[in-house]
């Protein structure tokens, strides 16, 4: 029989990991030179954050574990080897934000006026105003979803820093990305409970045009999150459908969102 993690500290040491590796996201900030990008990006990094936050609390770590009562502990199903693993990797996550930190004040120091700060992303981002305050209402709401799982625990008093470039960013939300699949794929019976977590997710935003931006935030990172939002796009106002049509001899198909028009080839959909 596998050996359980059913020693109390090997699981509060797993919850401590898995709460400073959320925690993570918390210290980042978007520089300005982010530009008209900023709520978009800053959307992208949320969906990391979140989709980390879910998988802990799929398989039961978070603050609810760090309250429970040794005996509750005791009843853990975490095999030690899977626990190892599982520390490994939520280890990696929190060094890849050191290494990005650093990375960010290096740069930093050799570059005048890369300075961090929402409001001068912004106010860059001015041009699209109705796009940002979708966007700006479900980082709010995202936030409050990822609060919510972390519990009433104190942040740690640490300062900020601030990613400068996309490319930045794409990197730290690729890799931490990579390391969440690997979580993930380490437990395959939480994935029902992470499919229902992010139904809720998308009843909590609801709002369509803020569901259609969550969608594009979610694209190649969010698999579930993305079934989640095709699973109850009639109940938020969108309109899914899958298509697969002949275009000049190529097979195509994709998911349509809300209310749409264009052109493939000579084929034409939504009174384009």
């Given amino acids: 029989m596998t050996e359980v993690a059913g ?97 960010s004040r290096r740069q930093k120091r050799h570059e005048a006026g890369a300075e961090a700060g929402a409001e001068a992303g912004a106010e860059a981002g001015a041009d699209e105003r109705d796009a940002n305050v979708n ?30 470039y996309s490319d930045q960013l794409s990197v730290l939300v690729r890799d931490v990305g990579d390391l969440v699949s690997d979580l993930i794929e380490l437990f395959p019976s939480a994935n029902e409970v992470q499919l229902q977590l992010c139904e809720n997710e998308v009843r909590e935003v609801a709002v369509e045009a803020e569901v259609a931006e969550l969608s594009e935030a979610a694209k190649d990172q969010d698999e579930m999150l993305q079934k989640a939002i095709n699973n109850l796009a009639p109940q938020v106002g969108l309109q899914p459908s899958g298509i697969s049509v002949n275009v000049t001899g190529g097979q195509h198909s994709g998911l349509i969102l809300g209310s749409n028009s264009g052109k493939i080839g000579d084929m034409r959909w939504g009174g384009a």
């Avoid at 989709?51 to 603050?63: M, N, T």
């Fill in 135 to 164: 966007k700006k209402a479900l980082h709010k709401k995202l936030k409050t979803l990822i609060t919510g799982r972390r519990g009433l625990r104190d942040l740690k008093e640490r300062t900020e820093w601030a990613l400068h």
């Fill in 7 to 103: 020693l109390t500290v090997g699981v509060i040491a797993l919850c401590g990991l898995f709460n400073n590796a959320v925690d993570c996201f918390h210290y980042v900030q978007l520089g300005k030179n982010f530009g008209r990008d900023y709520q978009t990006q800053l959307l992208k990094l949320d969906v990391a954050q979140l989709r980390l936050s879910r998988w802990g609390k799929a398989i039961g770590l978070g603050p609810d574990i760090e309250a429970a009562d040794e005996d509750s502990l005791a009843q853990s199903t975490i095999p030690k080897v899977d626990a190892e693993k599982t520390g490994e990797i939520l280890e990696h996550i929190i060094l890849l934000f050191e290494n990005a930190e650093k990375s």
